[in-house]
């Protein structure tokens, strides 16, 4: 088939890239000048495992192909995506302006019957605003199709390629069949695709993170609980988590979630209930929960410390996860922005978010060039982001690079026993 991607970000780049794997020829449209010369000479402007090397493929064999003219793109395609982002506006609902910008360049841009499949998480609605504007300017027939994206930075293209499920909202028959085709590569491992109407496919987006969001934030207040008890998390996590109708995913207890998608979505989600009359007041707790523990290794410096004005500390992992480096909504940014206010130094360390890091802290913190050189000199060193290079480090080693060895563990990675036998001082989340 031929196909359209509208905006190269995350979602678009490793949709199109995959698309264009499963033998469809796909052209990927992005309004950034720069983004787009860069991607047609094959570098890729994200940290994504293993998306370099599947676009570099997929570029030799001329199915994917880059523009910043959206006729080239859409005009001939038999399907549209629209991938661009969707900021928290002003008042915490999602800001559709770069959606329906993107709708009304594709309108003017059909030559052909199209489908226009919104993957951009939007608010319940959008599909019929998407309609909406591509008929005011379009001259052929169209469907628009709402089909939400639950790729994970770090694990997309996996994520993209063998989906837990597909969802796809339209009251269309004929985009039905069209869009069945496209996915059928996908899910040969028997993982569903759901069809339903658009608002409810809209809706299943948010529910979903929405409810990842809530057992972080529910695992973050027993973790708090945890502490004032004199319970340990880990132990209580893994006795929930055996639990069949629990399970373990989304139990462990942190410095709160970051990223691009639960913060917005969950904000958006909250502005829409409030649109209809509706408090949704779990979700309200999920973000005053979330707050507070994006603050809980400050405070646990604080309360050690005292003042932390003139105080070195190193900071292991900068992106809001592992294997990705997207620092947007990063618990690292909040740690950080709080230790400098505090007049303190910050020594930091990621294996590939450095150069992104640059945008937040400029030249106020230092970027060193390994984890270890982080840690010289440090009063305390901060495990911000799993990465699995940071697990086992070499402790001896560490110990003697600290000026005084306090580890502030945000992700619970370090046993305590063991940091107690090699001499750190420990602080866990909830142990
Ligand atoms: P992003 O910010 O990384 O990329 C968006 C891209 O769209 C940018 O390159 C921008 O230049 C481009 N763009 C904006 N307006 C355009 C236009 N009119 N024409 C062409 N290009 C345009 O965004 P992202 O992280 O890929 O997210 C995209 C959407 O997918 C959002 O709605 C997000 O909530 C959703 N989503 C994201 C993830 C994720 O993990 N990042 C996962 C699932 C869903």
Redesign the pocket.
């Known amino acids: 088939m031929k196909i359209a991607v509208?905006?190269?970000?995350?979602?678009?780049l490793v949709a199109g890239t995959c698309l264009a794997e499963s033998g469809n020829d796909v052209t990927c449209?992005?309004?950034?000048e720069q983004?787009i010369r860069a991607l047609q000479s094959g570098v890729v402007p994200?940290y994504e495992p293993g998306l370099e090397e599947l676009l570099h493929r997929n570029m030799k064999a001329r199915r994917l192909h880059f523009t910043t003219r959206?006729e080239e793109a859409a005009g001939t395609a038999q399907v549209v995506f629209i991938?661009?982002?969707?900021p928290q506006g002003e008042s915490g609902d999602a800001d559709l302006q770069?959606v329906l910008?993107?709708a009304e360049?594709i309108g003017r841009a059909l030559r052909q019957y199209t489908v226009v499949v919104d993957?951009?998480?939007?608010p319940v609605g959008t599909a019929d605003n998407v309609r909406e504007t591509i008929s005011q300017v379009a001259k052929v027939e169209f469907d628009v199709v709402s089909n939400?994206?639950?790729?994970?930075?770090g694990a997309?293209l996996e994520d993209f390629l063998k989906p837990d499920r597909v969802v796809i909202g339209t009251d269309s028959e004929r985009a039905r069949r069209i869009m069945g085709q496209l996915y059928a590569p996908f899910v040969r491992t028997e993982n569903p695709i759901l069809y339903m109407d658009t608002r409810s496919a809209e809706m299943t987006?948010y529910a979903a993170n929405a409810m990842l969001a809530t057992r972080i934030s529910f695992m973050n207040d027993i973790a708090a609980l945890c502490e004032k008890v004199g319970a340990d998390v880990e132990f209580v996590r893994k006795g929930m988590g055996a639990d069949r109708r629990i399970g373990y995913p989304f139990l462990h207890p942190g410095i709160g979630y970051g990223?691009?998608?639960f913060p917005?979505?969950v904000k958006a989600l909250v502005a829409t209930g409030r649109e209809h009359g509706l408090e949704l007041d779990i979700l309200h707790a999920v973000e005053r929960t979330n707050a507070r523990q994006k603050r809980c290794l400050l405070t646990k410096a604080l309360r050690h410390f005292g003042e932390l004005a003139d105080k070195t500390f190193a900071v292991w992992g900068l992106a809001f996860k592992p294997k990705t480096d997207?620092m947007r909504e990063a618990p690292s940014v909040e740690l950080i922005e709080g230790l400098l206010g505090k007049g303190a130094k910050v020594q930091c360390h990621d294996p590939v978010a450095a150069k992104v890091a640059q945008r937040y802290f400029g030249n106020r913190v230092l970027y060193a060039p390994s984890n270890y050189a982080a840690a010289e000199g440090a009063d305390a060193l901060f495990l911000v982001t799993e990465w699995s290079e940071f697990r086992r480090p070499d402790f001896k080693r560490l110990k003697s690079l600290m000026k005084s060895p306090v580890v502030f563990d945000g992700r619970n990675v370090f046993d305590p026993a063991q940091m107690r036998e090699e001499g750190f001082t420990y602080f866990g989340v909830g142990r």
Not at 6 to 12: Q, R
Not at 29 to 32: G, K, N, W
Not at 119 to 122: H, N
Request: net charge negative.
């Open positions: 509208v905006g190269t970000g995350y979602v678009g449209v992005d309004v950034d983004k994200i959206m991938a661009v982002g969707t770069y910008a993107a360049q993957k951009s998480t939007v939400p994206e639950f790729l994970k930075e997309a987006k990223g691009s998608c917005k979505d997207d």
